[in-house]
């Protein structure tokens, strides 16, 4: 039975991992559990699985060490959102624990740490979003040496198909609707700039070794197709399933193997509208794929940007989105003052290489510091 501790476990990521272990009570056990403040639902978790070893995070920043290192486990999900995820995922790599991983700006912010360390101690590193999970299993099968390019797939958010001008003054109440995920609130706003899919962009490249110019966006708004590799000989290969974040989480808390479920399967000749048992009406939808907006969605191209400058620039970028987000989520500036941060703090020199996980965190307070700068001179109308 795999021992499993489950940080974050009141978010989307937490829940739905533990409803898998609920199919699986023969396979999986809790033997760890964090919230942040949601105390009374934490409490109830806690007695659900039968789980001694649980702490609250808010206003006690050793709890989730203090878990991880008290809990033996197995495997440990991290579901905690933003840059305060770095440093459970650093904890669990130092207890040599396999990492199921949510959490894309441990990659973003500090990749070859977090790599070095899963070597060293000799755990993996299994990543959780849909898109990479799909790229890990596709690589496994047909290994590196095959892999020509990636193509991630993004929904395209709830402004797919609205004009920059309208996009530019969206409000937090339009860039919550989010049309194909149920997710937290700064994931769904990123999702809504494409800043999600800029970060999985750098994560895609830090993760797999794959150079920025191989790594390619397509908007697919039925998130139906995960990822695809295009393989040297010029084929594509897909990974396709129901936008459900269980199949990733059951991969890398089964894997190497792949596990029976109980989960929908995807039945390709109902869903294209043909009749059948399970869809006598036959009512159906068309795959689509459209090049990604990069002009008008600006939060994308800029991570690419911060790839090709290097050093610590990738820090830089999580680090001004973050602030960006939270002063858009307050309605200090509008939807466009995102990237307006974002590309302002990336105007400075980030240079220098990242060596340890002080450095990250150094550079990381020194990008939010320039970013409420920036903030400050937009609230102001000073502009740049």
């Avoid at 809990?71 to 991290?78: E, K, L, P, R, T």
């Avoid at 989105?321 to 307050?330: H, K, M, P, S, T």
Wanted: net charge neutral; aromatic share 8%.
């Amino acid at each position: 039975m795999k021992k499993i501790v489950v940080l974050g476990c009141t978010g989307s990521i937490g829940t739905s991992t533990l409803n898998i272990i609920r199919e699986f009570p023969r396979k999986f056990t809790i033997c760890g559990l964090t919230a942040h403040r949601q105390e009374k639902k934490l409490l109830k978790l806690a007695k659900e699985f039968n789980c001694s070893n649980f702490l609250l995070t808010n206003n006690n920043k050793n709890a989730i060490k203090n878990v991880i290192e008290n809990a033996d486990a197995d495997i440990v999900v991290n579901g905690i959102a933003g840059s305060a995820g770095l440093k459970p995922s650093i904890y669990t790599l130092e207890n040599g624990i396999d990492l199921a991983l949510a959490n894309k700006e441990t990659i973003v912010m500090a990749s070859t740490i977090v790599k070095n360390l899963a070597q060293k101690n000799n755990c993996a590193i299994l990543p959780v979003d849909s898109e990479h999970s799909a790229l890990f299993n596709l690589i496994e099968n047909y290994g590196t040496h095959a892999i020509d390019s990636i193509i991630l797939t993004a929904s395209g958010g709830p402004f797919r198909n609205w004009q920059k001008s309208k996009i530019d003054i969206a409000t937090p109440e339009d860039a919550l609707q989010h049309p194909t995920w149920n997710m937290g609130t700064k994931i769904t706003i990123d999702s809504a700039s494409l800043a999600n899919k800029g970060l999985e962009v750098i994560e895609a490249c830090h993760l797999f070794n794959i150079s920025p110019e191989k790594v390619h966006v397509s908007v697919h708004p039925q998130s139906l197709v995960h990822s695809l590799i295009q393989t040297k000989d010029g084929v594509l290969y897909a990974q396709i399933s129901r936008p459900d974040m269980r199949y990733p989480l059951l991969s890398a808390l089964t894997w190497p193997e792949y596990c029976p479920n109980s989960f929908e399967k995807l039945d390709l000749t109902a869903l294209m509208g043909h009749k059948t048992e399970k869809n006598p009406a036959g009512d159906g939808i068309n795959m689509q794929f459209f090049p990604a907006r990069i002009n008008d969605f600006p939060m994308l191209s800029l991570a690419y940007t911060a790839l090709n400058k290097g050093g610590a620039s990738t820090i830089a970028y999580n680090a001004a989105n973050e602030v960006a987000v939270a002063a858009f989520l307050q309605k200090k500036i509008q939807f466009s003052g995102i990237s307006t941060i974002t590309q302002k703090v990336l105007h400075e020199d980030w240079s220098t290489p990242v060596h340890t996980i002080d450095d990250v965190f150094y550079y990381d307070t020194k990008a939010r510091k320039v970013a409420e700068k920036s903030l400050i001179n937009i609230q102001n109308g000073e502009g740049f």
